[in-house]
């Protein structure tokens, strides 16, 4: 008798939960080691205030694109809405960090960083999903 599954496993309609959990964390903990990068430049080459917020825009773009390229890379369907999750999930850790690095004090870069990480995994998952495999002889 064959085993019984259920009709969402059958039409492959359910999101990746886990993985984009697990993508997001890793993508905040991604950018919150850009940012510590970023800040040892600034510290040595002394580029001024400005460098902070387009320094936290370029790492949650990045961060963003290799949390939601490797949360689709697997499934490959619905790259839209798991991106976007992923980018949202990660945007809240990382604005969290933010928070509680600056004593509760919310900066003017904060919507910035949080926007900038959702296109950013958006991207990568668009782009994951697009990627052709070779096929095999």
């Not at 580029?47 to 936290?56: D, M, P, Q, V």
């Amino acid at each position: 008798m064959p085993k019984k599954t259920s009709r969402r496993e059958e039409n492959g309609k359910t999101m990746p939960y886990k993985r984009i959990g697990v993508c997001s964390v890793i993508g905040a903990a991604l950018w919150f080691l850009e940012i510590i990068g970023f800040s040892a430049a600034e510290l040595s080459l002394a580029l001024g205030e400005k460098f902070y917020l387009l320094a936290g825009i370029a790492a949650a773009l990045v961060s963003g694109f290799i949390a939601g390229f490797a949360a689709i890379i697997k499934d490959k369907k619905k790259a839209l809405p798991c991106g976007a999750l992923t980018g949202a999930i990660q945007a809240l850790l990382c604005d969290m960090m933010l928070v509680i690095i600056n004593n509760g004090s919310v900066g003017k870069g904060l919507l910035f960083v949080a926007l900038s990480s959702v296109i950013g995994a958006v991207a990568g998952a668009l782009v994951a999903a697009n990627i052709k495999t070779k096929v095999k002889y």
